[in-house]
């Protein structure tokens, strides 16, 4: 694992935000479980340093299109919790004041334009920010994640195309966990690395191990560095793992158990906590602070979220037609 240009106080930034994400989902989990509160979701549990490197890489005027899959993506763009929680949960603190539901949650104050829980719908609208960038003359970049399945759909295709042939601002960021869903990338593409599809595009493909923060952030930079100077988009190929199933609740009984063992054993938080540890960046202390922070922020925002109003009868009729548009697209 290298450190790459990664200085001390990014690797801290990094294992904070992976530790927030962390928390944020295992939260999640243990209120739905046992009946605290009741919200659908798709856990992010286990991709933790895509989003986190993802988080620190981007610039805060660039900007981000994801999926129903998203938690970890919207904290590591800087969405506040109680804006994610509060449209999980349907409340008014939510980002769309809990009418957008887990699959549809957007900051384009802080560059997150689009969750979409379509599969595969993601890149086209992604185009469309890259184009408008480039139209406006800004050296803005637009990073769009999406799973392995993604990549076999007729959208992806066309819009890949159509990034590389127009040298778009664009990163295409695939968080390849190795399942579509319930179906194994083997079960549904012949190649064994999906980055291997960038060639037909005549763009870079890159592949690296999405379990490390350090070697996403290097992948991103040279990216992001590449589409700023007018070169065109980058696929980057991050192979992380789903520890929690399609949805939560998902019995996994597609899954060999011992795959799943093994991917938890590679956990990236505790590697990454450990990794920091032995190279003398943070002491144990202040990692325990870090996680102990990471776990009170959870607690206040869903302290907020839950004495929080539900949206009113009167919302219906609200947010229907755009109004002026006052951050640059």
């Given at each position: 694992m290298s450190d790459g240009n990664a200085t001390p106080e990014v690797q801290r930034r990094l294992y904070a935000s992976m530790v927030l994400m962390k928390a944020a989902d295992d939260r999640l989990s243990k209120g739905i479980g046992t009946g605290e509160f009741m919200c659908v979701y798709w856990p992010s549990r286990g991709q933790e340093a895509i989003a986190a490197a993802m988080g620190v890489a981007l610039r805060p005027d660039d900007q981000l299109v994801t999926t129903y899959r998203g938690l970890h993506d919207l904290i590591g763009k800087g969405v506040p919790l109680e804006e994610i929680y509060g449209e999980m949960m349907g409340r008014t603190v939510g980002a769309s004041r809990g009418k957008g539901g887990t699959m549809h949650i957007a900051n384009p104050d802080k560059g997150v334009m689009l969750s979409t829980g379509i599969v595969g719908a993601g890149p086209p609208v992604a185009v469309g920010l890259a184009m408008a960038a480039r139209r406006k003359g800004l050296d803005r970049v637009t990073v769009v994640s999406f799973g392995d399945g993604a990549t076999n759909t007729g959208s992806f295709h066309e819009a890949a195309n159509m990034a590389a042939l127009w040298d778009l601002p664009l990163v295409l960021l695939c968080q390849n966990n190795l399942y579509a869903e319930m179906t194994p990338t083997s079960d549904t593409m012949k190649i064994e690395q999906v980055a291997e599809r960038a060639a037909g595009y005549g763009m870079p493909g890159v592949r690296v191990d999405g379990n490390d923060p350090l070697a996403v952030k290097s992948a991103l930079d040279e990216a992001l560095d590449r589409a700023r100077g007018g070169d065109g988009p980058t696929f980057i190929e991050c192979v992380t793992f789903r520890f929690r199933g399609h949805y939560f609740?998902?019995?996994?009984?597609?899954?060999?158990?011992?795959?799943?063992?093994?991917?938890?054993?590679?956990?990236?938080?505790?590697?990454?906590?450990?990794?920091?540890?032995?190279?003398?960046?943070?002491?144990?202390?202040?990692?325990?602070?870090?996680?102990?922070?990471?776990?009170?922020?959870?607690?206040?925002?869903?302290?907020?979220?839950?004495?929080?109003?539900?949206?009113?009868?009167?919302?219906?009729?609200?947010?229907?037609?755009?109004?002026?548009?006052?951050?640059?697209?």
């Open positions: 609740g998902d019995r996994m009984p597609y899954l060999p158990k011992d795959q799943l063992t093994a991917a938890m054993a590679a956990d990236p938080v505790p590697r990454f906590r450990n990794r920091l540890a032995a190279a003398g960046i943070c002491t144990e202390d202040e990692l325990d602070r870090i996680d102990n922070e990471a776990l009170l922020a959870v607690e206040s925002a869903l302290h907020t979220v839950m004495n929080a109003d539900a949206p009113s009868i009167e919302e219906l009729e609200r947010d229907v037609y755009a109004t002026a548009i006052k951050f640059p697209v």
